[in-house]
């Protein structure tokens, strides 16, 4: 069984000198945390067994330095393959028509947004929208008709939106 109390006391007398480890092993600050983060997560997760070990901050500081190791192995083996295959193509900026859309989207409730991006995303009927979502047919065919409606006023000037009434039988 975890003990709370005895890991909050141990977080908070090791926590500090945890960063600093992780900062000397990893050289990046918010690598640091990130690493440390995780051991303590891990510690967290046994904490029933760590907790009477006899050096539990060793432990901590080993969990640390593997979990530095195991990054920059990833991040090595990246390297390599960006070595032999170059970098990635670099994206294009956003349009202007698509930065429009994904600001009237955000303006959409969650569900009707969830619909529309299922329907026309992923080309999903309003039946297995209906399946995914566990609501009714019904409750499909007005989010998607209402969002398509709102995303119509928020957005006059684009032809992006298609009110076509065979789209949501």
């Known amino acids: 069984m975890r003990d709370a109390q005895s890991f ?14 992780g ?5 990046d600050h918010s690598e640091a945390q990130d690493l ?3 051991a303590y997560t891990r510690a967290w997760r046994q904490w029933g067994r760590l907790s009477s070990h006899p050096a539990p901050e060793a432990w901590l500081r080993l969990v640390v330095a593997r979990l530095a190791t195991d990054r920059w192995r990833r ?14 193509a670099v994206a294009p900026p956003p349009s202007e028509d698509g930065v429009l859309l994904v600001g009237a989207l955000r303006q959409l409730p969650a ?14 009927s309003v039946e297995e929208i209906a399946r995914e979502t566990d ?3 019904g409750t499909v065919k007005s989010w998607l008709s209402r ?10 000037d684009l ?3 298609e009110l076509e009434a065979n789209d949501v039988s």
């Open 8 to 21: 909050d006391d141990f977080y908070r007398s090791t926590a500090r000198r945890m960063v600093r480890y």
């Open 23 to 27: 900062y000397a092993v990893a050289g």
């Open 36 to 38: 440390v983060q995780e």
């Open 75 to 88: 991040l090595h083996r990246w390297r390599a393959v960006l070595s032999r295959t170059g970098p990635p």
């Open 111 to 124: 569900t009707h947004r969830q619909a529309l991006a299922l329907h026309y995303l992923f080309d999903m």
């Open 135 to 137: 609501v009714p047919v």
């Open 147 to 156: 969002g398509r409606s709102r995303l119509a006023a928020l957005l006059p």
């Open 159 to 161: 032809c992006v939106v």
